[in-house]
């Protein structure tokens, strides 16, 4: 029996490259990458010509200069003598305040509103669907100019709150336990007081309280205790069938150490008081922030609560229905049972959201929040007359605090997520 060789294979020949299915996708990847590099050194030839014609260099050196401004709203210690560097800081660490409460805030309204949607009773599921199409409806912008008017406008200056010798009552009386001041030009609240205090420890950033470092570092270690007894409690119910109570143990294990540390180191509510035409001994809260903050939370709050809504109704009737002939109440059925299975339609859509509200953000500018953009990008920008680093900077911080909120989000979504086998 002749056996007949092997049909030697072709050589690599060039045209393999585009009418080879095995290399066509590596060859246009190359050829695109070679584009955008091209274009990219093109277009920073570009920009350093026109910098050169113009008398201009690309430098950083500004931001060690003196800023020569005040902010009123800062987080650190900060002054006019301070650096562009430092108001750059201030900046941003009033950027990811405000973003981080209204998250927070916007977080709660979204669920409450999207919950209550769904709800059997008519005027309430109606009331809610009327919040949430006029406020996702009217530009954010729109939202805040409206919300600092009333401020401004509508709150009574704070000399209405001084007391009347004749009548002994005064004109306006604070909320909340007479400790909070609404006024046309700020909130006045309490503020945080350690008598028997553990000191501060000086850093060239800021003064860091070692009180309360003290009592997140036990709350921390609360929230780790309560974790452990609640994976006891899951274990005993697998076990045996009967779930121990925990709720009560809960509250004291999360709680009870953080009010004992509290009582030791001698903390109170310094309360505002009222001395001449102004608060003193509490926190006076400018109205440009609780503006900004009731604006992004209540607009973004009417998108979280459509994806909260969708998310709940993502889940099968089945779920509901099963929980029900347990014996379990609505309010148990949505906390234990439907929730936690809509967090997976609800998590990446929020994450959107999130980032939405960070970088809507910058809108403070139009209330006279000195946040990034009015100071690295507004101040700074036209004392120093450095456009392009200003902005480049401000792009590169923007784009961190983005991908750190996605990241964070998205190993929280691999957590909530359903486990394929």
Not at 287 to 295: D, E, K, Q, R, Y
Not at 335 to 346: D, E, M, S
């Given at each position: 029996m002749t056996s007949v060789p092997d049909t030697p294979e072709p050589g690599?020949?060039?045209?393999?490259?585009?009418?080879?299915?095995?290399?066509?996708?590596?060859?246009?990847?190359?050829?695109?990458?070679?584009?955008?590099?091209?274009?990219?050194?093109w277009l920073v030839d570009n920009t350093i010509r026109n910098l050169n014609v113009l008398g201009k260099d690309f430098n950083f050196g500004f931001l060690g200069n003196r800023s020569g401004y005040d902010i009123a709203q800062h987080l650190i210690p900060y002054s006019n003598d301070s650096t562009h560097a430092r108001a750059m800081l201030v900046g941003l660490l009033n950027t990811l305040w405000i973003s981080f409460v209204g998250c927070i805030t916007a977080t709660?309204?979204?669920?409450?509103?999207?919950?209550?949607?769904?709800?059997?009773?008519?005027?309430?599921?109606?009331?809610?669907?009327a919040y949430v199409e006029v406020f996702r409806n009217i530009p954010l912008l729109l939202w805040i100019l409206v919300a600092i008017a009333l401020l401004t406008e509508v709150m009574p200056a704070p000399n209405a709150y001084r007391i009347n010798p004749t009548t002994g009552e005064a004109q306006t009386s604070m909320i909340l336990f007479d400790s909070v001041a609404?006024?046309?030009?700020?909130?006045?609240?309490?503020?945080?007081?350690?008598?028997?205090?553990l000191g501060v420890v000086n850093t060239p950033f800021a003064p860091i309280s070692l009180d309360v470092v003290a009592v997140l570092a036990l709350f921390a270690a609360s929230i780790w205790a309560n974790r452990r007894f609640v994976g006891w409690a899951n274990a005993v119910q697998a076990a045996t069938g009967v779930r121990p109570t925990t709720w009560w143990k809960s509250l004291l294990i999360l709680f009870a150490p953080v009010i004992v540390l509290l009582i030791a180191l001698g903390f109170r509510l310094h309360e505002p008081t009222l001395q001449g035409f102004n608060f003193t001994g509490g926190t006076n809260v400018s109205?440009?922030?609780?503006?900004?903050?009731?604006?992004l939370s209540l607009y973004t709050g009417a998108f979280i609560a459509e994806i909260v809504r969708a998310g709940i109704?993502?889940?099968?009737?089945?779920?509901?229905?099963?929980?029900a002939a347990l014996g379990m109440r609505s309010g148990r059925i949505m906390?234990?049972?439907?929730?936690?299975?809509?967090?997976?339609?609800?998590v990446p859509p929020l994450i959107s959201q999130f980032l939405n509200l960070t970088k809507n953000s910058s809108l403070a500018i139009a209330v006279g929040y000195m946040d990034l953009r009015g100071t690295l990008g507004g101040i700074t920008l036209n004392q120093t007359g450095r456009e392009l680093e200003c902005i480049l900077l401000m792009m590169l911080i923007y784009l961190s605090i983005s991908l750190v909120i996605s990241g964070a989000m998205n190993l929280f979504n691999r957590k909530v997520r359903l486990k394929e086998r």
């Open positions: 690599f020949r060039l045209s393999q490259l585009i009418y080879d299915t095995r290399y066509r996708s590596l060859t246009i990847q190359v050829v695109v990458l070679f584009l955008v590099m091209a274009g990219a050194a709660v309204i979204g669920v409450f509103v999207g919950v209550m949607r769904l709800s059997p009773n008519w005027l309430v599921s109606r009331l809610m669907t609404l006024t046309n030009r700020y909130t006045a609240i309490p503020s945080m007081e350690f008598q028997r205090s109205n440009a922030f609780v503006a900004l903050w009731a604006g109704l993502a889940v099968s009737k089945g779920q509901t229905e099963a929980a906390r234990l049972v439907i929730l936690p299975q809509a967090l997976r339609v609800i």
